[in-house]
């Protein structure tokens, strides 16, 4: 893209109402745009990182074995009461409506009971399971306080997957599969070095229990305590004589560290499977309740989070993988702007991810802007880069502010 | 994929309550999960389907020069309040919900409103416009009755795309490309020589005014009145003595025909910017309402419309664009299932959409389960048709029924 043609603008400020960090560099830097406390809207440049994530995801979650699906956000009210989740008591983060009818309906902020309404009709079977879905859907939650950006949002992008076993082996075995996966998800986002798996409440061998995967970040609501090894982690939650007793640990050898959840993982049992009338007949043809299990990653929350451990007092440094664009061109005098456009479009014909900052700008604005929005790489091309050789440009990596002088044509 | 691997089962039948032809044929063929009326989730095939309407869509949008963002669902009854869209009175399919504080928020039926405020941050000389941004979104609408299918749901998917300009001669060069671009759409989905573009309501010399994209369809809520060259159509409202006088035509020489409404395009003009406080500074400095426009196809609609057009009693015939998978593959007889599995190898290494048909299930099952969902083609392997040469199949086009015997490997 030649940003001549982006229509949005960054800006130097944010109001004083947008508290987090993320949120702040985020709405400066063009990628998002604030409706309301908690609810963000995604201006193009915040497209394609959300896209980028997405495809990190979607890509592990399809290797895994499961399908794609899509929910809607409007929800029955009925299925939700068989399990006893609607009413605000049990739920408060319902937001509610009602049909021209008067009939009362939810809107999403979680899917296991409707997407377990929706495999009954195609599981009667052990020949049926194991069964693996997953969305990247709208979550809308009715948050009292929404002060975190898009860590913490009333309406945001989640990927959430299910697991359908025919018992406990079978859905352990997959289990243990997410957290591999998961943890190379991290990796590729650039977190995998400081994101922990801690098991959240109750132990492996309760019907119900979670993990979640804790990334140590100031701005993260939740802490845990890192064992001195580097390894092993545990929640706030659990961290306490008895837990340490049983797994022979001191005190002492955990540091408290800050954290932001950026993925559960949770398992039911057949508890909600039968409350939802889902059974299976297995091999001996006995009627038996599905083993269920759903996983969530934050799709638009991990932004948020990347956001808040990559940046500086300039801008966002986007990790490669997940950068809007991974280089911009930055033309200086009439010499360097020309030769920019040729670095531009022969680039584009390789398939590289750059923009050509174009603009009616002074070079130091757009270096600004640059930093600010966080691209890996910057290219400015001038008459002074251009003195010995006329494809010489020089090459900022923006991570390190590091400055190499080298020939553009192997830029790849 | 092979189908032993999908969690989806077809179906012979549907609830009764259950009348639209193409919610029939989409939930039957395990594209469609049914919520409630009105509210429909996508299964994996589904999904398929909308995302290839979705890159045709796209893509034609951005050679517009539009720009690709995501809205909340979520939106402020203050934005609304300015331009007197809020009340039920004069919107009457809003779902409205409630903060934890009180505060009323809607979910977006729409987004002009929401829009222009965020473009605000944006625009704000003559230098800056014009601003095109487009979106695939949910919307959601409290539609009283909810009979059709996924042709008019309470919750769908749509792409609406906005446009900002100086004034009425940009907004109308842009106008008229978009008709274009619409025609180009409907034509890349099968459905251009079955679509017209119709003059909705008054003159496209008045401030506001609107045209729509008709298909004829025997399931549509439209009627519109093609003339018998082919070439003009007229919507219902205004097939009057005073425009046929206008226009020089006669009555008589009108077909009236049942349409499917695919696409609205609308000239909103500068009121509702002016209402939003969007102004610009034009070129000699004068301060001046943006004009604006607005452009919307309905991507699950579409999805609709082209299942009620494109099926017969068998089931679903997808035009090869949209289709979820081009070829399925049948094999028959032990001979036929290890030849399927090379041929399916091989044509997933070219990059080929095809399925295996690999269930445990008869040779007739499986055909007429590819009759239901709709592959634009069927190979059948089987001793028979490798009785000469090992490397014939036999190919059926769906929508003709044609066979013809011929080489795997000429496939493409």
């Known amino acids: 893209m030649k940003l001549s043609q982006n229509f949005v603008k960054t800006a130097k400020q944010v109001g004083h109402e947008e508290v987090a960090k993320n949120a702040q560099l985020l709405i ?12 963000y809207s995604y201006l193009p440049m915040g497209i394609r990182v959300i896209s980028k994530i997405k495809n990190i995801v979607n890509d592990e979650m399809l290797n895994l074995g499961s399908q794609e699906i899509l929910m809607s956000s409007i929800q029955n009210k009925e299925i939700w009461e068989k399990t006893d989740r609607w009413s605000d008591e049990n739920v408060d983060i319902w937001f509610k409506s009602k049909l021209k009818n008067g009939a009362d309906i939810g809107l999403a902020w979680s899917h296991e009971e409707p997407i377990t309404q929706m495999v009954k009709s195609h599981i009667s079977s052990y020949k049926d399971l194991p069964v693996y879905v997953h969305q990247f859907q709208n979550k809308m939650r009715n948050e009292i306080r929404a002060k975190s950006g898009i860590m913490r949002c009333r309406e945001f992008i989640m990927k959430d997957m299910y697991s359908y076993s025919e018992d406990e082996n079978q859905h352990m075995e997959f289990y243990n599969k997410v957290i591999d996966v998961y943890n190379k998800i991290y990796s590729k986002l650039g977190i995998g070095d400081i994101t922990y798996v801690t098991s959240a409440s109750g ?8 993990h979640e995967f804790q990334t140590i970040c100031d701005a993260g609501e939740d802490n845990i305590y890192v064992h001195n090894d580097g390894k092993i982690a545990l929640n706030e939650e659990i961290f306490d004589d008895e837990t340490l007793l049983k797994m022979g640990f001191k005190k002492e050898e955990f540091t408290k560290q800050k954290t932001a959840e950026v993925g559960n993982i949770f398992t039911f049992g057949v508890g909600k499977c039968e409350e939802l009338d889902l059974f299976f007949i297995d091999q001996n043809s006995n009627k038996k309740g599905v ?19 990559f940046s500086d007092e300039k801008g966002i440094v986007w990790p490669e993988n997940i950068a809007p664009y991974k280089y911009v061109i930055i033309p200086i005098g009439n010499k360097g702007i020309s030769k920019s456009e040729e670095i531009y479009d022969s680039m584009l014909k390789k398939g590289i991810e750059v923009v050509l900052d174009d603009r009616k700008e002074s070079p130091g604005f757009k270096l600004k802007d640059a930093d600010l929005i966080g691209y890996p790489y910057q290219i400015v091309v001038s008459d002074k880069t ?6 010489v440009v020089e090459l900022i990596k923006r991570s390190s502010g590091e400055k190499l002088l080298l020939d553009w044509t192997t830029i790849n």
Chains 1, 2 share one sequence.
């Open 203 to 210: 132990g492996v061998f309760t019907d119900k229990f979670s």
């Open 291 to 309: 083993y269920l299990g759903s996983y969530g990653i934050g799709i638009s929350r991990l932004m948020g989070v990347i956001v808040e451990i």
């Open 28 to 39: 400066r830097g063009g990628f998002l745009d604030k409706g309301m406390a908690g609810i």
């Open 386 to 391: 251009m003195e010995n050789s006329e494809n």
